[in-house]
């Protein structure tokens, strides 16, 4: 049974929470492969609203398996909290929610020095969510990491410290005021480790192959977009994972030849949140109406995020990154209104009118090229059916399929689970 693969196509919160949700009825484990606490994914459902942040998004179905793979890195502190809220709502979350024990581990100053890295940058900070990314990958590929595997060893401790107390040279050398009690932090670290040991620790890529030779269906959850990818993305003004669909595969231990379909999400406009560059960004009254009623802050850091038409030559390239085989657009519903609508279909890239993403982005070197389409009035929130959709809005997504040359299967109206059609 072949694995398919959930993707953000933009910066991020595209609504990849939702939608594994949504799909998770039709399979049987869901397994996150990279990325950690700087996602934050949104599900709403029975009037409520939860955000997740390590835990994947199919933990709120009953008899689904919900996977951490070795791609993630995990911070105890915030999974704890995870758990505890998964508790508030009566989630039996013990007998479905497995560890890779090749998963790595964020430290108390892991965080410290992601704080201090970006302290350190000033004007040229990434904007990082500070949750201590970028330095548990730097430990990852420098081969000094701890995963999750090591906390059934006796002197995982031993490690840690030695680990923690290179750190605090790490830190020092920044020569930045970053003020912390590190007893403190790390007693919450330890007590918090004591929570995730009471999860099922496993050889994920051994399970995933039983479970693949079992038949059983698997969706893999992806976290941050492919223009966060460390390799595809905006450079430097990305995270530190393989956001990208070949993340599946390492984040997973899932060969290439398995993938089978690729789902890939978009906004019907763009949103970022953080530094970097952004060629649609909008500035005026467009942008912010975008912002307000798309309720447009990021669930994990609270930051409103940067708002701008739809990119079709980024989209188009995380397209063909990833393999995409279905598309679907999400919050068509925030676009009601406008009268109308802009799509960049080409950059002007000194003064050279060029349809692919260019090494350097930034704004100096760029102005987006817009094709106008007609914008549709009507509130798209209580709509269910494909019929009830309006003309104009049709259009749009058509536009869209024709330019992408890939089909746009679901649409979007609204946070809840049950505004989500299929065409
Ligand atoms: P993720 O990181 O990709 O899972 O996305 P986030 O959860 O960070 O951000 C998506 C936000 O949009 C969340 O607040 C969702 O509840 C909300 N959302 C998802 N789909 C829709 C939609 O179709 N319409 C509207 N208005 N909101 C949506
Ligand atoms: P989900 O999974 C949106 C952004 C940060 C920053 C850059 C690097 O919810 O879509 P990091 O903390 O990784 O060092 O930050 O990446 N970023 C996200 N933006 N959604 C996310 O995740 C993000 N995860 C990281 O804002 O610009
Ligand atoms: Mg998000």
Request: proline residues 3%; charged residues 25%.
């Amino acid at each position: 049974m072949a694995v398919d693969l959930l993707l953000g196509l933009q910066w991020g919160d595209e609504g990849k929470g939702k939608i594994v949700d949504v799909l998770t009825s039709d399979y049987e484990i869901i397994a996150r492969f990279q990325g950690g606490p700087n996602a934050g994914h949104t599900l709403e459902f029975d009037g409520q609203k939860h955000v997740l942040h390590t835990i994947p998004s199919g933990i709120f179905h009953e008899k689904t398996i919900n996977l951490i793979g070795n791609g993630v890195v995990i911070d105890p502190v915030i999974f704890k909290k995870e758990l505890e809220n998964l508790q508030k709502h009566n989630i039996d979350y013990k007998s479905k929610l497995f560890i890779s024990r090749k998963a790595h581990l964020i430290l108390p100053t892991h965080r410290l020095l992601d704080a201090a890295s970006e302290a350190s940058k000033g004007k040229a900070k990434i904007g990082s969510t500070l949750k201590g990314i970028g330095p548990t990958y730097m430990d990852k590929t420098g081969r000094n990491g701890i995963r999750v595997g090591d906390l059934e060893l006796e002197n995982w401790k031993d490690k840690y410290r030695a680990l923690a107390d290179k750190h605090e040279k790490m830190i020092q050398f920044y020569d930045v005021n970053v003020q912390y009690n590190l007893a403190e932090l790390e007693q919450e670290f330890y007590d918090a480790v004591d929570t995730l040991k009471e999860l099922q620790f496993i050889d994920s890529e051994a399970f995933l192959h039983q479970a693949q030779k079992e038949g059983k269906t698997i969706l893999a959850e992806g976290a941050q977009g492919s223009l966060l990818d460390i390799d595809f993305g905006t450079y430097p003004f990305v995270t530190s994972s393989t956001t990208t669909a070949a993340g599946a595969c390492t984040g997973l231990g899932v060969a290439p030849n398995q993938i089978g379909e690729a789902y890939g999400i978009f906004k019907a406009y763009t949103t970022r949140v953080g530094s970097g560059p952004f060629p649609t960004e909008l500035f005026d009254e467009d942008g912010e109406t975008m912002g307000r009623v798309g309720n447009e802050f990021g669930a994990t850091t609270g930051r409103a995020r940067r708002c701008g038409w739809l990119d079709l030559v980024a989209l188009k390239y995380a397209v063909q990154i990833n393999g995409i085989t279905q598309l679907i657009m999400m919050k068509g519903d925030v676009l009601s209104g406008f009268e109308k609508l802009k799509v960049c279909t080409a950059y002007n890239y000194k003064g050279e009118k060029i349809k692919h993403l260019p090494y350097n982005i930034e704004a100096e070197n760029i102005t987006p090229v817009y094709t106008e389409l007609k914008g549709w009035a009507a509130d798209l929130t209580g709509m269910t059916k494909a019929s009830e959709l309006p003309k104009e809005f049709n259009d749009y997504v058509e536009y869209l399929e024709k330019v992408l040359q890939v089909p746009i299967k679901v649409v979007s109206v609204g946070p809840d689970r049950k505004q989500t059609i299929l065409r």
